[in-house]
């Protein structure tokens, strides 16, 4: 193998790892809210679809073929962007996240206006409905 194909593999992997943790870490923080055992179900469908495309990026560049030099520049990058990138990143998402709820806050804010105004008539038909029940079983 030449030493392009194996700069652009070198390359590639920094890259990938890049790319993979900040998808990692997206996800993450977006799907906070869910069970234990769905997440875990959708951590391992997100590691088996990383490694599939990273396979195929490199059957793509290298004929898919993996040296140990690869898996150092995955660590490498995964390690640049925890200490450089990570960061800034959840910040950045964390802000876009405030504006999105405060957004979104003055419809939860009506929504919840007419969920208690429609709790309220339900509770009065089924109180109507009871009397009505109470009084056929009277009469």
Not at 3 to 17: K, P, R
Not at 27 to 33: D, M, S, T, V
Not at 63 to 78: A, R, T
């Amino acid at each position: 193998m030449n030493l392009l194909t194996q700069f652009q593999c070198c390359f590639f992997c920094f890259i990938y790892s890049f790319f993979m943790m900040g998808v990692y870490h997206l996800f993450n923080r977006l799907a906070g809210f869910l069970p234990f055992l769905l997440k875990i179900i959708s951590y391992f469908i997100f590691g088996v679809i990383f490694a599939f495309f990273f396979y195929k990026g490199l059957v793509i560049i290298n004929y898919g073929v993996l040296y140990i030099y690869e898996f150092v520049f995955l660590v490498l990058g995964y390690l640049v962007y925890q200490k450089y990138y990570a960061y800034f990143e959840l910040l950045y998402l964390e802000r876009v996240i405030f504006v999105i709820k405060k957004i979104i806050h003055p419809f939860v804010f009506f929504l919840k206006k007419i969920n208690d105004i429609m709790k309220k008539r339900v509770r009065r038909v089924k109180e109507k409905w009871r009397k009505k029940e109470q009084d056929t079983e009277i009469s």
